[in-house]
């Protein structure tokens, strides 16, 4: 059943109501008609099956039928803190890393990014990463849209990372010298409702200079594995060991 | 260090002889001369590091200087059997299922897969398919190159896969339901050098009937967590947590 994101105030105990594009998709994409049915959430962990009752060319109104308990998110809370990588690459990881449960992303320039935002189309790209995160959570039957930062320094992410109850730095060079068991003894360390950030580096990977900084701030440098993934690779393959961690292995 | 595949009559006990492509991308692309170091692997397990000693045109001319034992395989053989999907969604496919050590790709006619396969392109299709293994094999530092075969039906599939030592089917059905052990259960029969068969429906995900055949032939029905992943997004999560599972967790 075809879902979709509405605001928290326009769903009340018995009346969901659906506005902008998703109206179009409703009513000329799906071609739905009163008496169908559509599944909503409030991005506030309330997800219904409704019935549509109404709707115009700017809304859709639905009646609450029932109330669903989807529990769809990773038991850990999951940011991918991702160094800028070059075209489109941050809109797949958005977009995958939506699907296999992510919290919410943090862009980040890095001493090797070679891209940088300008600060005046910065709104505009995060809008648009928004609108791509709000699609993969609906398909995927999220119950929350993951948040996306704008894009910080380094030393940003850092200061802001004491709300986190662990922090690991995917590296490749872990992954060469065989380090294999750090990241299984992080998410061993964990429980349920606990939070993690997850360190990624662009496509030159952190520097040497980084990794010590990341390493004297309490951060613990980890291996995905003996083959050297590309940067948007190793937000995935976090996401799914850490689904398969606690979500399958429990 | 930069990483070659050559063929593998052409690496000798003491001499290596780079041809193709890849002269040009030594030569040109990177601007190696005489004297500098790569890396070449036959495919067939053997890699080394060598020095380059004459280049023309067409060959590039390397004496070997050590035998590395890089050991970036899966410990499990992995083949993706992957419903044909829509757009150019396989390439993403085998890219990122290559660089998370998947051993082979079948791509197969899915009743829902809306693509068909002129077996007059086929070949091109495929051979297109190879060079993106083959480099994604060089960046990921990989032994070998995954072989892609030519598209199959399931049928054929089924009846070509005695050699597997298990079959999984992923089913968003399954992730709806809340299946989440068999996967899990699954692994934890296989030891190293044992292989899996994970068969992947196309964007409509595979029809009940399809089900009931692969349960029929001894396949066992797996979800891969409660979120619903898109088609390419289920490949990478069953390699990535194969190498968690195989390789970080031992």
């Not at 599944?39 to 009752?53: H, K």
């Not at 090797?112 to 995160?133: C, G």
Request: charged share 25%; glycine share 6%; net charge negative.
């Amino acid at each position: 059943m075809q879902r979709y994101f509405v605001e928290r105030e326009n769903m009340t105990e018995d009346i969901v109501i659906v506005t902008g594009e998703d109206v179009k998709h409703i009513t000329k994409v799906m071609r739905m008609n009163i008496g169908d049915d559509i599944i909503c959430s409030n991005n506030q962990s309330r997800t219904v099956r409704c019935q549509l009752v109404e709707y115009s060319d700017t809304e859709v109104r639905a009646r609450v039928i029932e109330e669903l308990m989807p529990n769809t998110e990773l038991p850990i809370k999951v940011t991918i803190a991702q160094g800028l990588p070059k075209g489109d690459k941050l809109e797949l990881i958005i977009q995958k890393g939506t699907e296999l449960g992510a919290k919410s992303f943090i862009p980040f320039a890095a001493a090797r990014s070679i891209v940088k935002w300008d600060q005046k189309k910065s709104h505009k790209k995060i809008e648009r990463l928004e609108k791509i995160a709000k699609e993969a959570a609906e398909q995927s039957y999220r119950e929350q849209i993951p948040t996306i930062s704008d894009v910080k320094s380094l030393h940003h992410l850092i200061n802001h990372s004491l709300s986190y109850d662990a922090i690991i730095v995917a590296y490749e060079e872990a992954a060469k010298n065989d380090e294999q068991s750090k990241f299984v003894q992080t998410l061993n360390g964990l429980t349920t409702g606990q939070s993690i950030l997850v360190i990624i580096g662009p496509e030159g990977g952190l520097t040497s200079e980084e990794i010590t900084y990341l390493k004297e701030q309490g951060a613990t440098i980890c291996g995905f594995g003996p083959r050297i993934l590309r940067t948007e690779t190793a937000a995935l393959y976090a996401l799914s060991a850490i689904s398969y961690h606690f979500e399958l292995m429990r």
